[in-house]
């Protein structure tokens, strides 16, 4: 069995025993592979926007011998799915903003019964500010170092508790306090050079608050 790197790893470790999980943008189906083959989920449904990948998740599957509990879809973010047939939602490996654009676009997860498993690859301070502010709760987040690179993973639920977003959390994350201070020291550094940029481009009340921003996140 195709074992899962650190970054999947992660994500499978925020699905829910026994939960029926969809995987958006599934590439090879390793993720569902390995959770129906561990007993973690009864079913999946392994999705992809183009056929390639697509046709690479159907050699994944059926080598497993899982034709009969994993469904392929061809299909752009949330469309190829019907709201009664998951629980869990895996969305990874994307850009923070492109995951955000999936959920909006799909406003049934708007729903308690949703558990959202997102895995942005970038921007992930722009996923966090739309789930904040579109009623959804970051419930947990953990966090993946790869050399310098740094992959957050959280699980989110909608509450309806929308509020105006500050950009403290937005940019902090929601891990626990010292798994998170490598990538809080990241996104201050990240900060102070947006800085620099909008200094020199005239922004001097902008550039000002990303570099308190930067401070603040260094001291928590």
């Not at 690859?121 to 740094?150: C, K, P, Y």
């Not at 550094?189 to 608050?209: S, T, Y």
């Amino acid at each position: 069995m195709q074992e899962l790197d650190k970054r999947l790893q992660a994500v499978a470790a925020l699905i829910r025993p026994g939960s029926r999980v969809a995987d958006i943008g599934t590439d090879h189906a390793y993720l569902p592979v390995w959770l129906v083959r561990q007993g973690i989920c009864p079913s999946a449904i392994a999705s992809d926007l183009n056929e390639g990948p697509l046709s690479t998740a159907r050699r994944t599957v059926e080598a497993a011998g899982l034709t009969a509990a994993i469904s392929l879809r061809l299909g752009d973010g949330l469309a190829s799915l019907r709201p009664n047939e998951v629980d869990d939602i895996v969305i990874a490996g994307m850009g923070g903003e492109t995951i955000a654009a999936i959920l909006e676009a799909a406003p049934w997860v708007k729903d308690a019964h949703f558990h959202l498993v997102l895995q942005p690859m970038t921007r992930a301070e722009d996923l966090r500010r739309w789930l904040l502010h579109n009623g959804f709760s970051v419930e947990t987040e953990r966090l993946i170092q790869d050399g310098r690179r740094f992959y957050p993973v959280l699980a989110a639920r909608y509450t309806g508790d929308a509020a105006p977003v500050d950009d403290l959390p937005v940019y902090a994350g929601f891990f626990a306090p010292e798994e998170g201070r490598p990538y809080r020291e990241h996104m201050a550094a990240h900060l102070c050079r947006r800085a620099e940029g909008l200094a020199l481009a005239g922004h001097i009340d902008e550039a000002a608050h990303l570099r308190e921003l930067a401070v603040t996140l260094r001291t928590l």
